[in-house]
Structures are given as structure tokens and as C-alpha cells.
């Protein structure tokens, strides 16, 4: 298997390469897409602060066109929607890479953990590029990097969960961000000039809300796991200070948005997913942002290994990712690449990898695998005439978990048939 993995992990580079050489010779399209996507650019677009925010930490959602809030079965879920931590069925560790444009960088580590209905999780992120500045001689005089470092707490719980309806899953990030920029000199003797940086440094306080529900629509095959969600999120509530060496003001508005997503399973092996975000500025509701839309498709080749693909059009900037997972002793990978149609075919740029550990799921497939086994029992009773007996074995059931609806319903009918003989055997003697 780990033989297998490399192919296909080789296979995968090697259509980066090449699709990025195929796109080198392609700069006349992209002068046409980015002319043609103009006139949907909003004329409020980066004015908001803390704009890495924005930036996706990589992995399974950005290969999915980052439609990712009404889907959420991984660990990603952190930008997307709070609410998912309470349903996974992983606990899980990951760390995160994301090449994003001039040699600037997202680097993130998040943990996840789930109890019973209730799921907590953390992550640390902190995009960062460098800073460097020249005289008129051209001398370098301050080297350093531009930073911007997010802190978030999870927390959510799953209200309502049932067999048929999974329930309605709540929660919510807290975040802490701080934008480190490095001091600069003056224009007149090249010195560094002593909290120049900290001045325009800023300390944000945010939080993110989030709801996901999982059903059955359409289902086409069986599966005890449903084949539909649908989630909803606001992100980057909050505000920001500046000033630290001066006196604090209040910073640029966060790049706050609202999510709606939704995601289908066609066929055991594919899942589709669909998204739509509407930025909006809470110091000034009048000036709002250009809506996103993204669509993404995942296809299961095998357990262990997976093909994605999505779409996302950004204002004026549609944007194309390719991506593959495979797992390789319980640890899961993740490859993409994204290609913006509007600003550059550099097949370096807009690489992302993840690593997802997975931990186990604190005995929940065992307990699953239990109720199966006593679900068919109960039949074997039933079929042999063994009524009371069957009864007992579905209660049993119902003791591990009082949410299995097909137990419920077995020991209706069941009664309800034990009843209807014992009507007529009755009858049958009052005749006799």
C-alpha cells in the first residue's frame, strides 16, 4: 500500500508540472479571464484589516473550492464552520501548509476532539512574509517578516440527535489575532526608527457561529451514515485595536462573512459540495463586498485514497484546484494545487500539503458494530419464533443507545404481533 501511495503521489506532482507548463503558455488567456471578470469586482474589495483571515490553511476544503460549510468532515472545519467539531468521527491532530503568493506562507497546527455529542478543538496559525527595505543605494536597512498570528478555542454541541435526523449541531471559535509589523526607518538618515512597527501593529478579538445539520435526501444506496448536510456560519465577528506605542484606536473592520453550504453524497463514492458567501463590513453595512460562490467534487478510488477537484469565483477572480489524499498508516495527506486564471500559471505558487493524524474515535465504531450485531440477533429470534427473546435483545439496544430508531421499531412491531396471536389464540379457544 505504501508502494501504491508514492505512485500516485508521483503521478499527482507530475501533472502539477505539467499543467503548469501547459498554463506558461497560456498568459494571453489569463489577460482575457481577468478582463472578462472585471466588471464583477466590488469597488469595496480590501478594505477590511487582517486580510489572512481570509486565507484558507489548505488541505481537503481548499481542494474542494474551499466549499466547505456544508460539509465539514475533517478537521478543517476551524474557517468554516465551528459547529462540526460535535459530529466528527475522529479525534484528530494536523499540521498545514499553504504556499500562497509572494514567497508569502500559512502555517498551522489544530487538534480535535469529540464527546459523545459534545466536541472541543484548538488551533494555532500564523500567515507571515518577508519584510525587507532599501535605501537609495540601494542598501538593505531592515530585514524582517510581516505576521499575522490567529489563536482559536472550539467549542460546539449536537442538540437533537436521532437514526433518521442526526440532530442540530451548535458552536462556536473563539479567536485572538495579532498583526506583528516590523519597525522601519526614516527617509532622511536610513535609521530604524524605535516602535515604528508596533505602532501599526493591531490586536483582534473575533468570534465565528455556526450550525450543521445532517438527513437523508435522495439516498440511493444504504448506509447507516447520512448522505446529506447543510450548514450555516458567520465568521470574524469582533473588532480590532491598534496604536500600542501611542494611543489605542480601533482598527479596520475584520473581513466578517456569511456562509450558507450544502453538500450530497450521490453515490457511496462521491460527494458533491456547494457554497455561497457574502463578506460584510459591521462598521459600515453600506460598504459590502463582492459575494464568493465555490463547488467542489470528491471521488473515492479506494479507503485510502481519494481524488478532489473544485471551483471558486472570488469577485473577479475565478480560481481552479486540483487535489489528492491517501493514507498512509493512519495518518492522512493531502496535496493541492490551485490555479488562479487571473493573476499567474506558476506552478510553484498555491501549493498546499496536510497531515492528519488520526487518533481513534473513542470506541464509537465499536459500539456501532455491537448494535449491529444485537440488531441481528434479535431477528434470529424473531424468525425462530423467539418473540420475548428478540424483545429483550432490542432493549438491550436501546440501553447502549436510546436513539437507534430501527430497535424502537422492531419492538412495536413486534409487540404489537405477539399481541394480534394472543387475540386469536384467545378467540380460537372461546370458539372451541
Same mark, same amino acid.
Given at each position: 500500500? @505504501?508502494?501504491?501511495?508514492?505512485?500516485?503521489? @508521483?503521478?499527482?506532482?507530475?501533472?502539477?508540472?505539467?499543467?503548469? /507548463?501547459? /498554463?506558461?503558455?497560456?498568459?494571453?488567456?489569463?489577460? @482575457?479571464?481577468?478582463?472578462?471578470?472585471?466588471?464583477?469586482?466590488?469597488?469595496?474589495?480590501?478594505?477590511?484589516?487582517?486580510?489572512?483571515?481570509?486565507?484558507?490553511?489548505?488541505?481537503?476544503?481548499?481542494?474542494?473550492?474551499?466549499?466547505?460549510?456544508?460539509?465539514?468532515? +475533517? $478537521?478543517?472545519?476551524?474557517?468554516?464552520?465551528?459547529?462540526?467539531?460535535? $459530529?466528527?468521527? =475522529?479525534?484528530?491532530?494536523?499540521?498545514?501548509?499553504?504556499?500562497?503568493?509572494?514567497?508569502?506562507?500559512?502555517?498551522?497546527?489544530?487538534?480535535?476532539?469529540?464527546?459523545?455529542?459534545?466536541?472541543?478543538?484548538?488551533?494555532?496559525?500564523?500567515?507571515?512574509?518577508?519584510?525587507?527595505?532599501?535605501?537609495?543605494?540601494?542598501?538593505?536597512?531592515?530585514? *524582517?517578516?510581516?505576521?499575522?498570528?490567529? /489563536?482559536?478555542?472550539?467549542?460546539?454541541?449536537?442538540?437533537?440527535?436521532?437514526?433518521?435526523?442526526?440532530?442540530?449541531?451548535?458552536?462556536?471559535?473563539?479567536?485572538?489575532?495579532?498583526?506583528?509589523?516590523?519597525?522601519?526607518?526614516?527617509?532622511?538618515?536610513?535609521?530604524?526608527?524605535?516602535?515604528?512597527?508596533?505602532? =501599526?501593529?493591531?490586536?483582534? #478579538?473575533?468570534?465565528?457561529?455556526?450550525?450543521?445539520?445532517?438527513? *437523508?435526501?435522495?439516498?440511493?444506496?444504504?448506509?447507516?451514515?447520512?448522505?446529506?448536510?447543510?450548514?450555516?456560519?458567520?465568521?470574524?465577528?469582533?473588532?480590532?485595536?491598534?496604536?500600542?506605542?501611542?494611543?489605542?484606536? @480601533?482598527?479596520?473592520?475584520?473581513?466578517?462573512?456569511?456562509?450558507?453550504?450544502?453538500?450530497?453524497?450521490?453515490?457511496?463514492? !462521491?460527494?458533491?459540495?456547494? &457554497?455561497?458567501?457574502?463578506?460584510?463590513?459591521?462598521?459600515?453595512?453600506? &460598504?459590502?463586498?463582492?459575494?464568493?460562490?465555490?463547488?467542489?467534487?470528491?471521488?473515492?478510488?479506494?479507503?485510502?485514497?481519494?481524488?478532489?477537484?473544485?471551483?471558486?469565483?472570488?469577485?473577479? *477572480?475565478?480560481?481552479?484546484?486540483?487535489?489528492?489524499? #491517501?493514507?498512509?498508516?493512519? !495518518?492522512?495527506?493531502?496535496?493541492?494545487?490551485?490555479?488562479?486564471?487571473?493573476?499567474?500559471?506558476?506552478?510553484?505558487?498555491?501549493?498546499?500539503?496536510? /497531515?492528519?493524524?488520526?487518533?481513534?474515535?473513542?470506541?464509537?465504531?465499536?459500539?456501532?458494530?455491537?448494535? +449491529?450485531?444485537?440488531? =441481528?440477533?434479535? #431477528?434470529?429470534?424473531?424468525?425462530?419464533?423467539?418473540?420475548?427473546?428478540?424483545?429483550?435483545?432490542?432493549?438491550?439496544?436501546?440501553?447502549?443507545?436510546?436513539?437507534? +430508531?430501527?430497535?424502537?421499531?422492531?419492538?412495536?412491531?413486534?409487540?404489537?404481533?405477539?399481541?394480534?396471536?394472543?387475540? !386469536?389464540?384467545?378467540?380460537?379457544?372461546?370458539?372451541?
Amino acid at each position: 500500500m @505504501i508502494f501504491l501511495c508514492r505512485r500516485i503521489s @508521483i503521478y499527482f506532482l507530475l501533472l502539477i508540472v505539467c499543467s503548469g /507548463a501547459f /498554463a506558461l503558455d497560456l498568459t494571453d488567456m489569463s489577460n @482575457i479571464l481577468s478582463e472578462s471578470f472585471y466588471g464583477i469586482s466590488g469597488e469595496n474589495e480590501g478594505t477590511t484589516g487582517f486580510r489572512s483571515l481570509l486565507i484558507p490553511s489548505g488541505g481537503r476544503p481548499e481542494s474542494l473550492g474551499s466549499a466547505y460549510t456544508g460539509l465539514c468532515d +475533517d $478537521i478543517s472545519f476551524f474557517d468554516y464552520n465551528p459547529a462540526a467539531s460535535s $459530529i466528527l468521527e =475522529q479525534t484528530e491532530i494536523a499540521l498545514f501548509h499553504n504556499s500562497w503568493i509572494a514567497d508569502s506562507a500559512m502555517e498551522t497546527i489544530a487538534a480535535t476532539t469529540r464527546f459523545n455529542n459534545f466536541g472541543i478543538g484548538g488551533k494555532i496559525s500564523c500567515f507571515y512574509v518577508p519584510f525587507t527595505e532599501y535605501d537609495a543605494f540601494g542598501t538593505r536597512t531592515a530585514s *524582517n517578516y510581516y505576521s499575522e498570528t490567529t /489563536a482559536v478555542l472550539n467549542a460546539s454541541y449536537n442538540l437533537f440527535p436521532g437514526y433518521k435526523f442526526r440532530g442540530l449541531a451548535l458552536g462556536t471559535n473563539l479567536k485572538f489575532c495579532w498583526r506583528s509589523v516590523p519597525d522601519y526607518t526614516d527617509n532622511y538618515n536610513g535609521r530604524i526608527i524605535s516602535n515604528s512597527g508596533l505602532a =501599526q501593529s493591531a490586536l483582534a #478579538f473575533m468570534a465565528d457561529i455556526g450550525i450543521l445539520t445532517q438527513f *437523508n435526501l435522495g439516498k440511493l444506496y444504504y448506509s447507516r451514515d447520512t448522505n446529506c448536510k447543510a450548514g450555516l456560519s458567520i465568521t470574524n465577528l469582533g473588532a480590532a485595536v491598534t496604536g500600542f506605542s501611542e494611543s489605542l484606536k @480601533i482598527d479596520d473592520p475584520l473581513p466578517t462573512t456569511i456562509g450558507i453550504g450544502f453538500s450530497y453524497k450521490i453515490i457511496r463514492p !462521491v460527494t458533491m459540495t456547494v &457554497e455561497f458567501r457574502q463578506p460584510i463590513n459591521l462598521g459600515d453595512f453600506s &460598504e459590502y463586498q463582492m459575494f464568493y460562490i465555490g463547488s467542489g467534487v470528491c471521488v473515492d478510488i479506494a479507503p485510502f485514497f481519494s481524488v478532489l477537484g473544485g471551483f471558486q469565483l472570488k469577485g473577479a *477572480n475565478p480560481r481552479f484546484s486540483i487535489g489528492s489524499e #491517501f493514507e498512509v498508516l493512519k !495518518v492522512r495527506f493531502n496535496i493541492n494545487y490551485s490555479l488562479d486564471l487571473t493573476t499567474s500559471f506558476n506552478p510553484v505558487n498555491r501549493i498546499s500539503l496536510s /497531515a492528519k493524524i488520526r487518533l481513534g474515535d473513542k470506541g464509537r465504531s465499536e459500539t456501532k458494530n455491537r448494535i +449491529d450485531e444485537l440488531y =441481528q440477533e434479535g #431477528f434470529s429470534f424473531y424468525a425462530n419464533g423467539e418473540y420475548e427473546r428478540a424483545i429483550e435483545t432490542w432493549k438491550e439496544i436501546l440501553l447502549i443507545d436510546k436513539n437507534f +430508531d430501527p430497535a424502537k421499531e422492531a419492538i412495536i412491531s413486534t409487540e404489537k404481533y405477539t399481541n394480534m396471536l394472543s387475540g !386469536v389464540q384467545s378467540l380460537s379457544a372461546y370458539t372451541e
